[in-house]
T-cell receptor
Framework: TQLLEQSPQFLSIQEGENLTVYCNSSSVFSSLQWYRQEPGEGPVLLVTVVTGGEVKKLKRLTFQFGDARKDSSLHITAAQPGDTGLYLCAGGETSYDKVIFGPGTSLSVIP | EAQVTQNPRYLITVTGKKLTVTCSQNMNHEYMSWYRQDPGLGLRQIYYSMNVEVTDKGDVPEGYKVSRKEKRNFPLILESPSPNQTSLYFC?????????????FGEGSRLTVL
């Protein structure tokens, strides 16, 4: 059974700090996605990573897919209050599999 | 504007009273799906549909029904709601099924069953 774990579950930091959140699995995934969900809204896709070792940058956000395609990380540089939200990783063992979601990391950035 | 629209956004009902949560998308997507979101459990798939008249069970289908008579609509039906179905529900659509397509989510429907 595919399972995605995320850590930490909760994170509260001051504006301007850096942070990293993690997504791990015992299974190999063909791709991993990161979504951000703001309070009262549905998740919105941030990035999809498909190649082991791949690094993608989206402004202050850096996403990395592990070499073995079992884990991924999201690093935020100089966090801002607008980064507050629930960060969900999602993926499938093959591109044809349905996507499964991790439980999420709830990030709060305090001004 | 491309969007997924769910109604109602909030609903309080009682055990056993049938209800329907509607979902409509205007992006001509073939794939649609329903999820429930509970604290600490993330998003769990209830049902999904790869195309019109094609539906399949997700991970937690018990107590739910769906239909896909039109491409744009994918209603979620609770025939006899129970308190353990109290949750936040999301409808999503994508141009492709599988794990690489981008899912577009509605704003969610918060359901409370008393």
């Amino acid at each position: 059974t595919q399972l995605l774990e995320q850590s930490p579950q909760f994170l509260s930091i001051q504006e301007g700090e850096n942070l990293t959140v993690y997504c791990n699995s015992s299974s190999v995934f063909s791709s991993l996605q990161w979504y951000r969900q703001e309070p009262g809204e549905g998740p919105v896709l941030l990035v999809t990573v498909v190649t082991g070792g791949e690094v993608k940058k989206l402004k202050r956000l850096t996403f990395q897919f592990g070499d073995a395609r079992k884990d991924s990380s999201l690093h935020i540089t100089a966090a801002q209050p607008g980064d507050t939200g629930l960060y969900l990783c999602a993926g499938g063992e093959t591109s044809y599999d349905k996507v499964i979601f991790g439980p999420g990391t709830s990030l709060s950035v305090i001004p | 504007e491309a969007q997924v629209t769910q109604n109602p956004r909030y609903l309080i009902t009682v055990t056993g009273k049938k209800l329907t949560v509607t979902c409509s998308q205007n992006m001509n997507h073939e794939y649609m799906s329903w999820y429930r979101q509970d604290p600490g459990l993330g998003l769990r798939q209830i049902y999904y549909s790869m195309n019109v008249e094609v539906t399949d069970k997700g991970d937690v289908p018990e107590g739910y029904k769906v239909s896909r008579k039109e491409k744009r609509n994918f209603p979620l039906i609770l025939e006899s709601p129970s308190p353990n179905q109290t949750s936040l529900y999301f409808c999503a659509s994508s141009s492709v099924g599988g794990s690489v397509g981008e899912l577009f989510f509605g704003e969610g429907s918060r359901l409370t069953v008393l």
